[in-house]
């Protein structure tokens, strides 16, 4: 679906305003109207245009200000000054501080009609050499890869960043939520605001409360002062609820009564405070499940799940593997004194064979080990040690040590141990046949990531065949 462009038109005259929608419905555009500056600053707040169509001469302040907000926030709206004839200096002042044309009052609906186009022709070829730099950079707002899979996630944090809406990104651990959720707040309104991230299950339940909304001197034991809370650390800016689904039922009710009434109280507090933030959660669940599980309140899934962002695994990614690894191999050699500056082949092809469970995260920890212990200007397939710690996990080791007679179960003394694997291909083996087949339904049941059965069953069935041969 396109997404239409958006203009803001910055007019206090009706007569004039509505000369505007009449024109400028040609163009297929949604249209924006404030009559005054502040009422332009509030829609700035909000949404950011693809032009704004600024009359210089406002009731409550000089259109200039808009335009200096435009620029102090680096908004990339085209702003096009309409000034009277004996303004024509400061419509002139304006193109220097950045506007993209002006026009004289009055001027013919054509004018209008041109110059506005070719404002939205400007944007849109700005949009397009963002993206050509994406594909030739493999780089966006900090995130690095330019894989379809992540194409599709720097398109959904462009058109959701301009407003207030909620991101609900998932995704496995280790793919880069907290940097996306950085990148929609960097590129939004409220970019000039603080960004402030909270773990949901990092924290424990009774301390989750006052790290959300605050306390005050005496609220619990230990309270001994006054102390803000994340809502208030992150005004005018934005509040990331990483791992949202950990977060405990009770607190749960009371964040969604601040997300409907914009208050909150801290804790033994009885003043009542405005949650000025924009809000971005994170988890490594399945919300939906969650909800169906009873760990997640429906009411409060349909606040946040409002604008969807699925962050794509590693494995699935393609070539922004080698990618991240080049990246990721330049930073830790500068900062460890080490001359590495490329991949051996067989670096490589190991790099691409191994799935990756733990995603940009793993990568992060292989390589730096890999840096940190070796010399050299390549690293090869040797220094990549971590990758066959990693590859020895129970149930690999197990398969490895057992032959298929013996590995039922072991006696030790009186009493039977049945190996780790075993016990973890039974449960999910359950698990996917009491759900019919339906493995993202197992997973949730199981609380792991739906990957993790894929990954098990191609193992085991390799192992099958293995033993067959």
């Not at 405005?274 to 169906?292: F, H, I």
């Amino acid at each position: 679906m396109t997404t239409k462009a958006r203009l803001l038109l910055v007019e206090d005259t009706p007569s004039i305003l509505r000369l505007y929608h009449e024109v400028l419905k040609k163009l297929d555009v949604e249209l924006l109207d404030a009559d005054t500056c502040a009422r332009a600053f509030d829609s700035l707040d909000a949404t950011i245009p693809d032009v704004v169509l600024l009359d210089i001469e406002l009731p409550d302040a000089s259109g200039m200000e808009v335009l200096r907000l435009i620029r102090a926030r680096k908004l990339p709206s085209a702003v096009i000054v309409v000034t009277s004839h004996g303004s024509v200096k400061l419509a002139v002042e304006a193109m220097r501080e950045g506007a993209y044309d002006f026009m004289i009052k009055p001027f013919a609906p054509d004018r209008l009609l041109v110059t506005v186009r070719n404002a939205l022709e400007r944007r849109q070829l700005q949009t397009l050499a963002a993206a050509n730099e994406v594909a030739r950079e493999g780089a966006f707002n900090g995130l690095i890869g330019a894989a379809l899979p992540m194409r599709a996630v720097y398109h959904v944090i462009e058109n959701a960043a301009a407003s207030r809406a909620t991101v609900f990104i998932t995704g496995e651990s280790g793919t880069g939520k907290e940097l996306c959720a950085q990148a929609i707040h960097q590129l939004s309104p409220r970019r000039g605001g603080p960004f402030a991230a909270v773990n949901c299950g990092a924290i424990p339940g009774d301390l989750m409360e006052s790290e959300m909304f605050g306390h005050v001197k005496g609220a619990f034991t230990g309270a001994v002062g006054n102390r803000e809370g994340a809502i208030t650390r992150a005004r005018g800016g934005t509040l990331f609820l990483d791992e949202i689904c950990e977060m405990d039922l009770s607190l749960q009710v009371k964040l969604l009564r601040v997300i409907q009434s914009g208050e909150f109280q801290k804790v033994g507090g009885s003043e009542v405070e405005q949650a000025d933030v924009r809000y971005v959660c994170a988890t490594n669940r399945d919300p939906w499940r969650e909800v169906e599980a009873g760990r997640f309140r429906e009411d409060l899934y349909y606040r946040l799940h409002v604008v969807p962002c699925a962050m794509p695994p590693l494995r699935e990614r393609g070539d922004d593997l080698l990618l991240l690894a080049r990246h990721f191999l330049t930073l830790y050699a500068a900062e460890e004194g080490k001359q590495f500056t490329d991949f051996a082949d067989d670096a490589v092809e190991a790099l691409r064979r191994y799935p990756w469970p733990g995603n940009i995260r793993e990568l992060q920890n292989v390589l730096r080990n890999a840096v940190l212990f070796n010399q050299g200007t390549r690293v090869t397939r040797a220094m990549l040690t971590r990758l066959d710690a990693a590859a020895a996990v129970p149930h690999s080791s197990t398969i490895a040590m057992l032959s298929p007679a013996q590995n039922a179960s072991v006696d030790v003394g009186r009493a039977k141990v049945r190996p780790l694997w075993l016990i973890e291909k039974e449960a999910i083996e359950q698990a996917v046949g009491l759900c019919g087949g339906n493995i993202p339904r197992a997973a949730a049941l199981l609380e792991i990531n739906p990957s993790t059965i894929y990954r098990r069953k191609a193992e085991w069935e390799k192992e099958r065949l293995l033993s067959a041969g």
